[in-house]
């Protein structure tokens, strides 16, 4: 299986590179093409719906994830 990686932006979208498929909740899959890389939604306001339109940088989403460390157990 090829190597993907979904990293969340800072403040904008998933952008997920590598080879995949996103598939609607009726089990329909969107079509990318050849796309090496795609962006999705994580404000909620696109009007593109999974995908990424830029609307995030208009309405002040914020949001900055970071990882942690997986604590271990004692």
Same mark, same amino acid.
């Given at each position: 299986? *090829?190597?993907v990686?979904i /990293? *969340? =932006?800072? #403040? &904008?979208?998933? !952008?997920?590179? &590598? +080879?995949?498929?996103? !598939?609607? !909740?009726? &089990? #329909?899959?969107?079509? %990318?093409?050849?796309?090496?890389? !795609? /962006? %999705? @939604?994580r @404000?909620? &306001?696109?009007?593109? /719906?999974?995908? @990424?339109?830029?609307?995030? +940088? /208009? =309405?002040?989403?914020?949001? *900055?994830?970071?990882?942690? *460390?997986?604590?271990? +157990? +004692?």
């Open positions: 299986m *090829a190597h990686e /990293k *969340a =932006t800072e #403040n &904008g979208p998933y !952008v997920i590179r &590598g +080879s995949i498929r996103v !598939v609607d !909740v009726d &089990g #329909n899959q969107y079509d %990318l093409g050849d796309r090496p890389m !795609v /962006k %999705l @939604c @404000c909620g &306001g696109s009007t593109i /719906k999974p995908f @990424c339109d830029g609307t995030h +940088s /208009k =309405t002040g989403f914020e949001a *900055a994830e970071r990882a942690v *460390a997986a604590q271990e +157990s +004692s």
